[in-house]
């Protein structure tokens, strides 16, 4: 790289920079260096060690809005019984390489949130150079049995699917390799999951004010999301973020 003015030299003190990305052309086993060498024309050459970042990286993050609900009783033309709250989840590739798949499962650790709310809408948003052509989702119902989707039906599911949100129970959504493309470095999705206070105990006819009194801490319903991250064979441990 040579930098040259148009006119005159370069003035002492000043200096110029270049941003050079790259990745690498083979494969290099996790820790190993290699040296760079910069050679300057005054003779004061600079070197540099390159490390090979192979760690899988990732990051989780969930919350509730608002996190607090307030059920009222049934009165005039207004049903409070049953108040809206708004589950967000988000993931994103944090490793220096592009991968095969980001994943959350939602719930996870033992956890029933949807046992008691039900699920109204669900919508994702992708960032991060990730393709609508990587996402998938995959419903877990109140019978057992499970819905799979992809592409816009994964991040944007419409009524004429006709999913039964009422008897969801929990879900997975990932983005996966795709039509040849791995899901990129800094690829990330966000979950939108709206939410209504349901009236009973999802399967029972016990009302939801008396089961959700049962619960310890009372009136708390436990809530926690997994996610992995993977590429080829190795798939990163879970994290979990949780919120009630």
Known sequence: VTYQRSQGTFPKGPGVTANIEFELTQAMAGGASFNNVLGINN???????????????????????????VQKPRRDSTDKTN???????????KSAYAVDSLKVSEPANGTKPFEYVEITKFSASLGGGASQASARLTLAMADGSTRSFAGIDATTPKPELGIDWANVVGFDFSLVTADGAMVPRDGKFDLTVDT??????????????EEL????????????????????????????????
Not at 43 to 69: F, M, Q, R, Y
Not at 83 to 93: C, D, E, R, V, W
């Open 43 to 69: 003779g004061n050459d600079s070197s540099a060690n390159v490390v090979a970042d192979k760690e899988l990286k990732h990051t989780v993050s969930k919350s509730w809005s608002p996190s607090t609900i």
């Open 83 to 93: 108040p809206a709250s708004t589950l967000k989840i988000g993931a994103q590739n």
């Open 196 to 209: 209504k206070l349901r009236s009973t105990l999802l399967g029972s006819t016990a009302p939801i004010d």
């Open 213 to 244: 009194a049962k619960l310890k801490p009372a009136y708390v319903v436990p809530n926690t999301v997994s996610s992995t991250v993977a590429r080829g064979q190795e798939t990163s441990p879970p994290k979990t973020d949780q919120a009630a």
